[in-house]
Structures are given as C-alpha cells and as structure tokens.
C-alpha cells in the first residue's frame, strides 16, 4: 500500500523567512501533485511534478522531485501571512490508477 | 467556467440514517471522484468514475456507494451511518482522471457531514 508521508505536520514561522515541507512517497509513482487548502475551503491545485528533477516556482512557492529518492519537496521563499494554509502533497500509485493518494498535510502558519 | 459544485454544504443525520451527496463537475469533464476528509485520517479516496463506470475503488465498506450519471453528475450514498462516518466529504473532478499525465483534480467546496 502506497504511503505518503509529509513533515513537519505543522509549521508556524515569522514573514520574511524560508522553509521546506517534505514530501516521502514508498513506492515508484509517475507524478506528484501539490495542493493548498485554507480554512473551510476546498483544495486548489499548485503544482504538477512528472520527472525526476522537475522543478517548477509559482511567486514565493517552488516545488521539486527526486523520483529517486521518492521527495518531493515545497519551498517557501521569504513568507508572508497570505500563504498560511494547509498543504498537501499527493501522488498516484502507478500507471492506469485514478487515484490519489495524499500526504497528511502541513499546516502552515505565517506570523506577522 | 463554474467550478465543481456539491451539495448540500451541510448536512446533519443521525446513526442508522443514509444520506446522498450530490456533485456536479466542471463542464466537459468526464472523470468524479469522491474523498473523505477527515483530522485523524486525511484525505482517503473513495471512489473514481469515467462514464458511467467505477473505475477504482478505495478501502472502505460497502456502506459507501456511488454512482455516475449520464451526464457526468454523480452521487455517493452512505447507509446505515455510523459516528465515524461524520467528515469533509470532497468531489473532484477532470478530463479524463489522470491521463495525460499532467492532468490535475479539480476539487469542490465540499459537504460537511455530522452524524449525530
């Protein structure tokens, strides 16, 4: 069974500074996605990663995969409060799957 | 182009009770697939269909059902409810549902079930 785990589950830092969130996935997986969840919404979609070494930066968010080592991860860049949400990592188990299996999330918090 | 739409928002039932939940995906959109969301479990996949045809299927009872219709609405149903039944239930839908492979799930708001 596919499992994808994230760390830190939770993570509150000042604006102006720069974290990773980490993405392990434990078996081979074709694509990995990023999403941003706030508060009582719905998932939006961040990212799309397909190879190993895609790297792909949207403002202050860059994402990043080792097929590899099975990392993805999401860099944040000099945060600020907009970007408090809950992430989560997803991938999909393998060729003619419909399924996405997620990460546990890293809620993020982003002090002013 | 309207987004992924699920209703009701909220819905509040009792064990033993059932319940439907309705989603309407994005126009042209072929794929629906269903995930609960819940803080101890996260997101867990429930079940995927294209046309009509349930494609995979997740680890959870027979309890939890679903179908597609025609015109790409679907439904899940939950029977005999149970306190664990009570989460975030979240519709997604796509193109195809995953390939090509660039290919991302757009999700809806959502139907927050409470079981009481």
């Known amino acids: 069974e596919l499992k994808v785990e994230q760390n830190p589950l939770f993570l509150s830092m000042q604006e102006g500074k720069n974290y990773t969130i980490y993405c392990n996935y434990s078996?081979?997986?074709?694509?990995l996605y990023w999403y941003r969840q706030d508060p009582g919404k719905s998932l939006e979609s961040l990212f799309v990663?397909?190879?190993?070494?895609a790297v792909k930066q949207e403002g202050r968010l860059m994402a990043s995969l080792d097929t590899k080592a099975r990392l993805s991860t999401l860099h944040i860049t000099a945060a600020v409060h907009d970007l408090s949400a809950t992430y989560f990592c997803?991938?999909?188990?393998?060729?003619?799957?419909?399924?996405?299996?997620f990460g546990t999330g890293t809620r993020l918090k982003v002090l002013a | 182009k309207a987004g992924v739409t699920q209703t009701p928002r909220y819905l509040i039932k009792t064990r033993g009770q059932q319940v439907t939940l309705s989603c309407s995906p994005i126009?042209?959109?072929?794929?629906v697939s269903w995930y609960q969301q819940t803080p101890g479990q996260g997101l867990q996949f429930l079940f995927e269909?294209?046309?009509?045809?349930?494609?995979n299927k997740g680890n959870f009872p027979g309890r939890f059902s679903g179908r597609q219709f025609s015109n790409s609405r679907s439904e899940m149903n939950v029977s005999t409810l149970e306190l664990g039944d009570s989460a975030l239930y979240l519709c997604?839908?796509?193109?195809?549902?995953?390939?090509?492979?660039?290919?991302?799930?757009?999700f809806g708001s959502g139907t927050q079930l409470s079981v009481l």
């Open positions: 997604a839908s796509s193109r195809t549902g995953g390939f090509p492979t660039n290919e991302k799930l757009f």
């Open positions: 078996t081979t997986s074709d694509r």
């Open positions: 990663l397909l190879s190993n070494g």
């Open positions: 997803a991938v999909v188990p393998g060729s003619g799957t419909y399924k996405y299996i």
């Open positions: 126009s042209g959109h072929r794929s």
């Open positions: 269909y294209f046309s009509e045809t349930q494609r």
